[in-house]
Nanobody, 122 residues
Framework: VQLQASGGGLVQAGGSLRLSCTAS????????MGWFRQAPGKEREFVSY???????SYTDAVRGRFTISRDNTKNTVYLQMDSLKPEDTAVYYC?????????????????WGQGTLVTVSS
C-alpha cells in the first residue's frame, strides 16, 4: 500500500484545512487509518484514528476541532481541521493499520505516507 498525503498549507489561526490521504491498491477498506503529526523540534505524535467501519478517535488536543472520515470508494481518508491554532503547526502523516485495533503507537502501523506541512500563523 502506498499512501499520498495532501492538503497542507498556510492558514491563519481560527481557520480550517482539510487533509487528504489517498491509498493505492484495492484493499483500502481493510485498513484502519491514522493521522500523526510532528511539530518542529518535537517527536511525532498521534492525532486521530478511524476504524474500518468509520469509527473515529482523537487525541485530547484536537477533539472537538478535528474530524476524521473516510471514503472507501475513493481510497481516501480525510482530516478536517477547524479552529486551527498555532500549536497545530506540524508535518502531518497518514498511516495504515491492518489490525483494525485502535492504537496510538506508531510501530503498530504498517504503511506511512510522506507527510504534508500545515502552518498556522497567529
Amino acid at each position: 500500500v502506498q499512501l499520498q498525503a495532501s492538503g497542507g498549507g498556510l492558514v491563519q489561526a481560527g481557520g480550517s484545512l482539510r487533509l487528504s490521504c489517498t491509498a493505492s491498491g484495492r484493499t483500502f477498506s481493510s485498513y484502519a487509518m491514522g493521522w500523526f503529526r510532528q511539530a518542529p523540534g518535537k517527536e511525532r505524535e498521534f492525532v486521530s484514528y478511524i476504524s474500518r467501519d468509520g469509527t473515529g478517535s482523537y487525541t485530547d488536543a484536537v477533539r472537538g476541532r478535528f474530524t476524521i472520515s473516510r471514503d472507501n470508494t475513493k481510497n481516501t481518508v480525510y482530516l478536517q481541521m477547524d479552529s486551527l491554532k498555532p500549536e497545530d503547526t506540524a508535518v502531518y502523516y497518514c498511516a495504515a493499520d491492518r489490525s483494525n485495533t485502535f492504537t496510538t503507537r506508531q510501530r503498530d502501523y504498517d504503511y506511512w505516507g510522506q507527510g504534508t506541512l500545515v502552518t498556522v500563523s497567529s
